[in-house]
C-alpha cells in the first residue's frame, strides 16, 4: 500500500463517520438557515422531515422545488414565510423559504419576485429577519 492509498483510505474513513453534529444541535442564541437544492420538493418531502438538521434549523430555503402555485407543503413547526409564485406545471425553477414557528414573529418585508423563462431566469425572494434582509 503507498502513502498516497493509505492517505485516501484514512479520509474515507473519516468522512463516513461525519455528522454534522454541530449542524443538529443549534445553540439558541443562533439562527441557523439551511440552503438546500431539493430538485423536487414533492419527492423528497419525507427526507426533509425526517432529517434533523433541517429540523433543528431555525430558517430552511429549498432551491428547484418544482412547486407550482396551489400545492402547499407541511414541515411539521414550520411555517412558509416566502416562495416564488411559479404558475402552470412544475418546472425546474421555484424556491421556498420555511421558518419555526418560534422564530416567524420577526419575519417582516417579505420579497418575492420571479422573472424570465425557462432560458432567461431570475428568482429573488428574501425576507428581514430582526430588521436584517436575508
Not at 426533509?48 to 422545488?65: A, K, P, Y
Amino acid at each position: 500500500m503507498t502513502i498516497q492509498s493509505s492517505f485516501k483510505s484514512a479520509l474515507s474513513l473519516k468522512l463516513s463517520f461525519l455528522q454534522y453534529q454541530f449542524l443538529r444541535i443549534v445553540p439558541e442564541n443562533v439562527i441557523q438557515i439551511t440552503l438546500h437544492n431539493t430538485q423536487s420538493i414533492r419527492k423528497h418531502i419525507t427526507t426533509i422531515v425526517s432529517d434533523q438538521v433541517f429540523m433543528n434549523s431555525n430558517i430552511v430555503t429549498l432551491q428547484e422545488c418544482w412547486a407550482v402555485d396551489n400545492e402547499s407543503y407541511n414541515i411539521p413547526d414550520f411555517e412558509e414565510i416566502s416562495r416564488n409564485r411559479l404558475m402552470g406545471r412544475p418546472q425546474a425553477f421555484g424556491t421556498i423559504n420555511f421558518c419555526k414557528l418560534t422564530v416567524e414573529p420577526r419575519i417582516t418585508d417579505r420579497i418575492e419576485i420571479e422573472n424570465g423563462n425557462s432560458n432567461n431566469h431570475v428568482e429573488i425572494i428574501g425576507f428581514k429577519l430582526d430588521n436584517r434582509l436575508l
